[in-house]
């Protein structure tokens, strides 16, 4: 069997007016998150970990924000179409690991929710999903809540 990890690291700008979409669930929060897409950043740092490694560029090269075709696009779209991507090289995913940085709200009550979103798109069972948030001590872009960052990491493997 082989094996081969990826990475992948994103950042969103945090304004008010816009929705916060996290894993393909919508985290009610007086600020969201903004992007050309729908700016879910967690579904965008699988994307380009699973992009990785396979050594299939980024996210951004697949679906360029100045294409209007992605403008306010739900993300969970362009996971399905880069899981198409990594089952037609024959490879399926072992496991992910991920990180979400947050000041507020809380993400862990919708952890469960995300985790179900995330199953579904991928076809892969929740036993294989981890998400884990932060805040960053207040300190940062994160920490004066401008932004929000995640973090991903990826197994796949091939018979
Ligand atoms: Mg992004």
């Avoid at 069997?1 to 916060?20: I, W």
């Avoid at 919508?26 to 050594?55: E, F, M, Q, R, T």
């Avoid at 985790?115 to 300190?139: C, F, N, R, W, Y």
Wanted: with cysteine; proline share 4%; glycine share 10%.
């Amino acid at each position: 069997m082989k094996v081969r990890t990826g990475f992948g690291y994103d950042v969103h700008r945090l304004a008010a007016g816009e929705e916060l979409w996290l894993g393909g669930v919508l985290v009610p929060h007086s600020k969201g998150a903004v992007g050309h897409s729908d700016a879910d950043v967690l579904i965008h740092v699988i994307c380009d970990a699973l992009l990785g490694s396979l050594n299939l560029r980024d996210i951004g090269f697949h679906f360029p924000d100045t294409d209007p075709a992605y403008k306010g696009i739900d993300s969970k779209k362009l996971l399905t179409e880069v899981m198409v991507l990594v089952r037609e090289k024959g490879w399926e995913i072992g496991n992910i690991d991920t990180t979400v940085c947050l000041q507020q709200p809380k993400v862990n009550p919708h952890i469960p929710a995300m985790k179900q979103s995330l199953a579904a798109v991928m076809g892969i069972p929740e036993d294989d999903i981890s998400i884990k948030a932060t805040t960053t001590e207040k300190l940062g872009f994160v920490g004066r809540e401008d932004g929000i960052s995640a973090y991903a990491s990826v197994l796949v493997t091939r018979d």
